[in-house]
């Protein structure tokens, strides 16, 4: 494999797209902080102490926190954790001058911590998973390895399995996957470019042959409804 | 001088109130639809303002405010078009007395009790009190054309009493008061008194002048105002009169309410999930006994239903919220742009464009299966031409008519007209006979009848004569051709009426002693009782110079045989023969008689006659029942023989109708023989038909109708008919059996149709009827023309239309699916009841073959694709509801939503239902057999509709899973994930791209305009989302920043929005080519065999409303005010109680006039308990 290498985890039956969740964040406060306090859209998770969490809702709370390290024999393989987040996000949604200060410091922890002295635009993990799939079962990228890999290569992969995913029954997977001018591979435009493709070539064969086996008349006035009378065959 | 309206028991409040009720019942029964799919569409809104909605209030409310807004922006037009109308008209001036001065005021000004001043050619600002001309014996002439459209002057005369009320010093000093009935809509009776000087003096019609009429031949008049603004009797008139509703929209319904259904199958299924789905173990969710209703995970059921809320929210879009303004913007500009500007349907000579009064009703046209047509005026020209009669036991008058040509021509016979060299034939006149013209007829065996003849033509009328006295330039004004037709041929015998004053009539007589004398003879005329529905006569009682007392009448043949002397029963035999005989020849017939009156006889009679025309309450049933007084014992002279020809173009227009698979009945008043040769004329009924004839006039009948038993004949008509109609059922059925080729025809007379109708046998006349192709009903009444055509619209649940021109074809015209006035021709009243006018039968093969089919193809596809794009749309919404764990969370972004509908999809469909035509005019009117597919509701069945559903599931699962399935991995080079909104926002942009490519794929014409549209739709999808993702919202939640430079980065974005709209639309390509190939539409084989002609036949569009006079406006405006009926019936066969017909046929509304309630309150005894307001 060419590098550069991506490394997605990939949550399954993980419902991100819920309507309760969908909505539980302020797009406000991730680009402005303190400046903007209303957080009523960031319910349950909107305020702590009657300060507003930053960054508040179920989104962030959740925030994933697993950890890889990849080994080839012993030498740890160098993960690239930034430039993960598309550019616009960093840029224009998440503030540079906004600092999680109070996170995660509820009764309840749902996942990873962040540094309260880094910005949230170079939060990258967060900005990640704030980007919420489409659907239940997802990936998302985790970081890049930068060294081409080679076949045979023996990979050995260390994990902290942090995240609770028992309870609800998910999955977690994690994919190494290389990225072309089209992106990731994916084979399902492929298979249905050559399905519709071919669907489309039977078809015109299938009139070709109709036309010349059994033609119909093109304009024969005799196939109108009135010149049938009753021998339609 | 002051008016009061006559003490009435029932009081003013009282009688308005039904009127105001009923205008409102119309209105709640036009727009409820409407109505309730607005209502709708706010409890969505107020839905979505809740927080159970997973929207934003804007995605619901934007597009109802943009379509109210456009039918608000619509309703303030027309209300701004009526105000300019009515400015223009309430500042006209007038003249009114002030200070013994004229001085001119604006209309708007005037008020009841004012003396006013009209000069020649002005309108009446409002009902006057007409009192005084400058004319001898205070006449006046009225042009009454804005109120029935008959041209022909009235004449109006002043009481003797107020005639010298001229000046405005001798006005000033009038003093009188007026009491009158109450406001009301009858323009053509009027009771009230004049008291004047403390005399009371009784008032008539006779000197009411009605707002809307215009001063005719006289310089000026001076009135009294007694009805002002909306008391006036054209106001009265100006009803709204009920709407009628499509029954393709009748069926939408249908399809909007399972649309709800189905809106409920969804939202249950998913609420049922979201109660299943809901569990503490998604912990990152945070569902807690604390949180709100909708998580709570322990009250299961609460968060179903509430679940079910937020889902009717999301969902909503299944229900087009567009439609209806859609599709009413597109009938509107239908009717408005192409009914009405057609040159196929404009007729030169009258210059008379078709006009649609409604637009609710354009598919109707395209699905009409049973025309129910009136014979005079509609079939035939009505231009009267006196053609034979029969004096004495002579036939008189040796031209063939075309009818008996046509009838030759049939049996093979041909048919050589000729016409003497000195044959006279002018308008009304076309006699040809040397025995009578010059005074010939002195020489013929009964010359005193001959003379009777001429001199009842001359006099027995109420004709006005106009212009210059001599034969050549004068012009009759009547008030019906038929009459105009006889007072000419006197003229052309010799007896030449020149002038009329209201109580002598002025005959100038030639010939009648010795060839050559002529002489000025003048006839006082003592009583003229005049024609009416009932009466089916008239009579003059007049005085000759002599002093010889006569009555002269003419009328209907049976109404006159009823009344004669019983002596000459041999005359009575031949001239009813005579009868028979101008009947099979397609011509209309009247009787002539007299009678001569002693002194005496006359004198008694008159006390009566004239206590009964003062008499305030009932005053015209009374005046009925005093003419049977003196009207019996006539003495017949004979009959009158008038042709009314074939209007052009008729048989073509039919035999083309008939091709099309549309049965043509004829209901008319005529006698049976008239009827049958007619309809053999217009090639209705041939000879190779098999005719069935129920008539009463057989040998049997007649036996017992002499018996004079009126229970026993109505025993005897019933089981007649019975056995007649079981008969002619069973042999129908035998030919339909044996699949002969054979067309059936059935006549049916207005007696037998009565008892035909009844109940019991209502089914099996309806089953012989349906089966045969044409139908001819003669000798009925109008109210037996409605209950034939609501036979056919109720028991045979098919398309009806009903054409006529005259005020006994109103209720027919009312009662049918589709009403179609004849405009230009006899009166207005057919035309103000009617839905579409147009001026010559023929237009229809136009009206219906073309725009009629045009009409229904293009609101089926509208209708069709309103239906698929939003339930495609919807359906992605429901794939997408099933992976969020039934929560309700929306797919697409709010501002999509509210968009999608009002501006991405909007403007292509309207322009497919302006432009959409399957083949040209001319193709459509040379394959009438096209229409059939209409006939068939080819194009709005359950099965189309569940085709389109069918593509609209397929295409839903196509964008849902397609977009979906293809965005899971890494997006660019930099292996980087899409979210929510990036799958959204490429499901939807393949979404309107799909939607948009799909109505071009259904188009058959495809216009620069669609490509503008279509190209358009998809561009404001792409601008809008550009700004959109470009602007940063005072939201909580900007979901779609940046979103479409994200998309756009990506080949992928590309490879997809090329593959999914091909594969969405892979399904509906095969169908189509499919349904092509193997069971082609008729109308696609046209296409075929003409593909290589260019569509030449561009609709001929005329211009008008730019260059009309103010006069033309007026007429024009008042034409499409809606109307109602007036009562006044010409000659035609008319009966009272239509109205009431229609009370029952409506079944919730009772169309009670304010006149009837006082009248019927007044017939009663005085009510105990009356009213004072």
Redesign the interface.
């Known amino acids: 494999m060419k590098a550069?290498i991506?490394i997605?985890y990939q949550l399954d039956n993980?419902?991100?797209?819920?309507?309760?969740?969908?909505?539980s964040?302020?797009?406000?406060q991730l680009r402005y902080g303190l400046q903007y306090n209303?957080t009523s859209?960031c319910?349950?998770?909107e305020s702590n102490d009657g300060l507003p969490i930053v960054p508040c809702g179920?989104i962030s709370?959740?925030l994933f926190n697993d950890t890889y390290s990849f080994f080839r024999g012993t030498d740890e393989l160098r993960i690239n954790r930034k430039?993960?987040?598309?550019k616009?996000?960093r840029d224009?949604?998440f503030g540079k001058h906004v600092f999680p200060f109070n996170f995660q410091n509820g009764t309840l922890i749902?996942?990873a911590m962040l540094d309260p002295n880094v910005p949230l635009s170079d939060q990258e993990d967060l900005i990640?998973w704030m980007?919420?799939?489409?659907?239940?079962?997802?990936?998302?990228?985790y970081g890049?390895i930068e060294e081409d890999l080679e076949a045979n290569d023996v990979i050995s992969i260390y994990f902290l399995n942090n995240y609770?995913t028992y309870?609800?029954?998910g999955r977690k997977k994690l994919v190494l996957?290389t990225?072309?001018?089209?992106?990731?591979?994916?084979n399902?435009?492929g298979m249905?470019?050559i399905a519709?493709g071919s669907?489309?070539i039977v078809?015109a064969l299938v009139?070709i042959l109709?036309h010349v086996k059994n033609p119909?008349p093109?304009?024969?006035?005799m196939?109108?409804?009135?010149n049938w009378k009753g021998i339609p065959n | 001088m002051t008016v009061k309206p006559m003490p009435s028991p029932n009081s003013r409040e009282i009688l308005c109130q039904p009127q105001n009720m009923m205008c409102l019942h119309f209105s709640q029964r036009g727009y409820l639809n409407r109505r309730v799919a607005n209502l709708y569409f706010l409890m969505i809104s107020i839905l979505s303002c809740t927080p159970v909605s997973p929207v934003s209030p804007i995605t619901n409310v934007l597009p109802l405010s943009l379509v109210l807004l456009v039918s608000l922006i619509k309703e303030a037009w027309e209300d701004w078009k009526r105000f300019q109308n009515d400015m223009a008209i309430n500042n006209t001036p007038v003249d009114v007395l002030l200070d013994q001065k004229w001085i001119s005021v604006p209309w708007k000004k005037l008020q009841v009790g004012d003396i006013i001043r009209v000069k020649q050619d002005g309108f009446f600002p409002a009902d006057l009190l007409f009192l005084a001309s400058p004319n001898p014996d205070g006449v006046c002439y009225t042009e009454t054309a804005n109120l029935d459209g008959e041209t022909n002057l009235k004449i109006r005369k002043a009481l003797e009493k107020t005639w010298d009320y001229l000046t405005p010093e001798r006005v000033s000093e009038f003093k009188g008061e007026v009491q009158c009935e109450q406001p009301n809509n009858s323009l053509y009776t009027f009771t009230g008194n004049l008291i004047i000087q403390n005399q009371t003096l009784p008032l008539s019609p006779n000197q009411i002048l009605l707002r809307g009429c215009s001063l005719r031949n006289t310089e000026f008049i001076v009135g009294a105002v007694i009805f002002t603004g909306h008391e006036t009797k054209v106001m009265m008139n100006a009803m709204k009169i009920p709407s009628k509703r499509s029954t393709l929209e009748k069926k939408l319904d249908k399809l909007i309410l399972t649309l709800f259904c189905v809106l409920f199958c969804m939202c249950l299924l998913g609420a049922v999930g979201s109660g299943i789905f809901i569990n503490r173990k998604y912990y990152y969710l945070q569902f807690s006994k604390n949180s709100d209703a909708q998580s709570n995970p322990d009250n299961r059921f609460a968060v179903a239903a509430l679940t079910m809320f937020t889902l009717i929210t999301l969902y909503s879009p299944i229900i087009p919220i567009s439609l209806y303004v859609s599709v009413e913007m597109i009938k509107f500009i239908q009717s408005t742009q192409f009914i009405n500007n057609d040159l196929h349907m404009y007729h030169f000579e009258s210059n008379t464009p078709a006009l649609a009064r409604t637009s609710n009703l354009n598919e109707e046209l395209g699905q009409v299966e049973y025309i129910f047509s009136d014979k005079t005026g509609t079939l035939t020209r009505n231009l009267m031409e006196f053609f034979k009669c029969s004096i004495g036991g002579e036939i008189y008058g040796t031209g063939i008519s075309e009818i008996e040509i046509g009838t030759a021509q049939r049996n093979g016979m041909k048919v050589e007209v000729q016409k003497s060299s000195d044959a006279t034939h002018e308008k009304g006149f076309n006699f040809d006979d040397a025995r009578l013209m010059r005074g010939a007829w002195r020489n013929e065996p009964n010359p005193d009848l001959c003379k009777e003849f001429f001199r009842c033509l001359a006099i027995c009328h109420t004709v006005l004569p106009e212009g210059e006295d001599s034969p050549e330039k004068i012009r009759y004004q009547a008030a019906s051709p038929d009459e105009a037709a006889l007072v000419t041929a006197a003229k052309n015998f010799g007896f030449f009426f020149f002038k009329r004053t209201p109580t002598t009539i002025y005959v100038h007589e030639s010939h009648v002693e010795r060839m050559g004398k002529v002489e000025d003879v003048p006839y006082e005329i003592l009583n003229v009782l005049e024609f009416n529905s009932t009466r089916k006569r008239q009579s003059v009682v007049c005085r000759y110079s002599n002093g010889r007392l006569v009555l002269y009448c003419k009328g209907a043949d049976t109404v006159i045989y009823e009344r004669l002397a019983d002596r000459d029963n041999e005359l009575k035999r031949t001239s009813r023969e005579h009868l028979e005989e101008f009947g099979a020849a397609g011509l209309r017939t009247l009787c002539l008689a007299y009678r001569d009156l002693s002194s005496e006889v006359y004198e008694s009679w008159n006390e009566k006659y004239i206590q009964a025309k003062s008499s305030l309450r009932d005053r015209e049933k009374k005046l009925d029942e005093v003419a049977e007084l003196i009207e019996k014992e006539l003495v017949l002279i004979g009959c009158t023989a008038i042709e009314d020809k074939l209007q052009e173009g008729v048989p073509t227009c039919i035999e083309t109708l008939s091709k099309a698979g549309i049965k043509i009945w004829v209901l008319t008043g005529d006698k049976m023989e008239t009827a049958i040769n007619i309809a053999y004329a217009c090639k209705l009924i041939n000879n190779s038909m098999k005719q069935f004839i129920i008539s009463s006039e057989t040998d049997a009948v007649r036996e017992v109708e002499d018996r004079g038993d009126q229970v026993e004949l109505a025993r005897f008509m019933k089981e007649n008919v019975k056995n007649e109609l079981k008969r002619c059922y069973e042999e129908a059925l035998q030919y339909l059996r044996t699949g002969s080729e054979t067309k059936l025809a059935l006549v049916i007379d207005g007696k037998c149709l009565m008892y035909a109708l009844d109940p019991s046998l209502r089914v099996m006349l309806l089953n012989l009827s349906l089966n045969c192709n044409a139908v001819v009903c003669c000798r009925v009444s109008p109210l037996q023309k409605a209950q034939v055509t609501s036979l056919v619209k109720k028991g045979a649940k098919r398309i009806t239309l009903s054409i006529g021109d005259g005020a006994n074809d109103v209720s027919m015209i009312q009662a049918a699916h589709v009403g179609v006035g004849i405009s230009g021709q006899e009166g207005m009243q057919a035309v103000m009841a009617s839905d579409f006018a147009i001026a010559q039968f023929r237009f229809l093969t136009d009206l219906l073959l073309v725009h009629g089919r045009w009409s229904y193809l293009r609101i089926c596809k509208v209708v069709t694709y309103f239906f698929y794009k939003n339930l495609m749309f919807t359906l992605t919404q429901f794939w997408f509801t099933f992976h969020t764990g039934f929560s309700g969370q929306r797919f697409y972004d709010d501002w999509f939503q509210s968009l999608y509908n009002v501006i991405f999809t909007a403007l292509p469909v309207i322009v497919l239902g302006i432009f959409e035509k399957d083949v040209s005019a001319s193709l459509s009117k040379k394959y009438p057999e096209l229409y059939k597919e209409g006939i068939r509701n080819t194009f709005f069945k359950w099965r189309v509709i569940a085709i389109w559903a069918f593509f609209a599931i397929y295409q839903s699962l196509v964008f849902y899973h397609f977009v979906t399935a293809s965005s899971i991995t890494g997006m660019n080079k930099a292996g980087k994930m899409f979210g929510l909104w990036d799958v959204s926002t490429m499901a939807f942009t393949c979404v309107v791209v799909t939607v948009n490519l799909r109505l071009l794929m259904m188009s058959n014409t495809i216009t620069r305009w669609h490509h503008v549209t279509v190209g358009g739709s998809i561009l404001a999808w792409f601008i809008f989302v550009f700004i959109y993702s470009g602007i940063v919202l005072p939201k909580d939640q900007e979901n779609i920043y940046f979103v479409i430079y994200v998309l756009m980065s990506t080949i992928y974005f590309y490879l997809t929005l090329l593959l999914v709209p091909i594969a969405a639309l892979f399904c509906d390509f095969i169908y189509q080519g499919a349904q092509r190939w193997f069971f082609p539409y008729d109308y696609q084989i046209v296409q075929e065999i003409h593909r290589h002609e260019p569509d030449a036949s561009k609709v001929g569009l005329l211009e008008i409303g730019n260059q009309l006079t103010p006069d033309e406006a007026r007429r024009y405006a008042i034409m499409q005010l809606p109307g109602e009926k007036s009562k006044h019936t010409g000659f035609a066969f008319d009966s009272p109680g239509y109205e009431s017909f229609f009370a029952s046929q409506a079944g919730v509304f009772v169309p009670q006039k304010a006149w009837d309630v006082a009248r019927r309150a007044s017939m009663k005894s005085r009510p105990k308990t009356s009213r004072k307001n």
């Not at chain 1, 993980?14 to 909505?23: D, E, F, S």
């Not at chain 1, 964040?25 to 406000?28: I, L, V």
């Not at chain 1, 980007?131 to 990228?141: D, E, I, Q, V």
């Not at chain 1, 093109?218 to 006035?221: C, E, I, L, R």
């Open positions: 550069p991506y997605y993980y419902y991100q797209n819920h309507r309760r969740y969908v909505k964040r302020s797009d406000k209303d859209s319910i349950p998770e179920l709370w959740s430039n993960i987040a598309w616009s996000d224009h949604k749902g996942g990640v980007r919420t799939a489409a659907l239940p079962s997802f990936r998302k990228l890049k609770n309870s609800f029954g996957s990225a072309s001018w089209l992106g990731g591979r994916n399902f435009l249905a470019y519709i669907c489309l078809l009139f109709l119909r093109y304009g024969d006035a196939y109108v409804s009135w």
